[in-house]
């Protein structure tokens, strides 16, 4: 599989949350709004909420991400008004980088990647400053386009916002790779959109069974990416 291009997801491909968004983090959250909820209840709570992710309509709306944030804490024992207002807080966190953390082998890959010549770029349903993210994490020079839904206006997997990032780095569909973590953002909307794509499936849980029918390579960690490029 050769490329000029390769694109990454950010949330759960190249960081992961830290204390703050998880259990204890969450009972933090309702707690400063007057809720008592059960931490332990997080992990059911996500799963529960996480088709609210999935909407047809892909033009951005931070109101999805704060109803489904919603869901959690009400899946966790919250209720009342305050439910809203805990929400949004937590959404405007989501954004701040000091809030996760770099899976080890990142920095690693993106230099190895770069050095073999291959223009990097970032594609994230999110409204996290991008910019912000590579001098946090430390990666300047080597991100060549980002491009977030929030600002973009449309997330994945419409075709547009693959569209957008491969003219930021001058590359047509058939010369470019998105890695995510997501079968039907990052996967399935590259391939639409014309690019190849490789699934970055880091847990133990079954692998989505669509990577296997479109013979998708599935990737358990990014350590696996250079060998495929």
């Not at 701040?96 to 291959?118: T, W």
């Not at 569209?163 to 039907?184: I, K, N, T, Y």
């Amino acid at each position: 599989m050769t490329a000029r291009a390769v694109f990454f997801d950010v949330d759960f491909t190249l960081i992961y949350p830290g204390p703050m968004f998880r259990g204890e983090g969450y009972r933090a959250f309702c707690a400063r709004h007057g809720m008592d909820v059960d931490a332990a209840r997080f992990p059911q709570a996500v799963a529960a909420a996480a088709p609210l992710l999935d909407v047809p309509d892909e033009a951005y709306d931070d109101e999805i991400y704060i109803a489904y944030t919603r869901r959690i804490i009400e899946g966790m024992g919250g209720t009342g008004p305050q439910v809203d207002a805990c929400a949004r807080e937590v959404y405007v966190e989501w954004a701040a980088c000091q809030h996760f953390e770099l899976y080890d082998e990142v920095p690693g890959v993106l230099r190895e990647l770069a050095k073999a010549g291959l223009r990097i770029g970032l594609i994230s349903n999110s409204h996290r400053c991008l910019a912000s993210f590579q001098s946090h994490f430390e990666l300047q020079g080597l991100i060549s386009a980002t491009v977030s839904s929030s600002q973009h206006g449309f997330m994945k997997p419409h075709p547009s916002i693959f569209a957008a990032a491969l003219q930021l780095v001058d590359a047509q569909p058939a010369d470019a790779v998105m890695v995510g973590d997501s079968f039907r953002q990052d996967v399935a909307g590259a391939l639409a959109a014309g690019m190849r794509a490789i699934l970055l499936h880091r847990g133990d849980t079954p692998t989505p069974p669509g990577a296997d029918a479109l013979n998708v390579p599935v990737i358990k960690s990014l350590n696996e990416l250079v060998a495929l490029l």
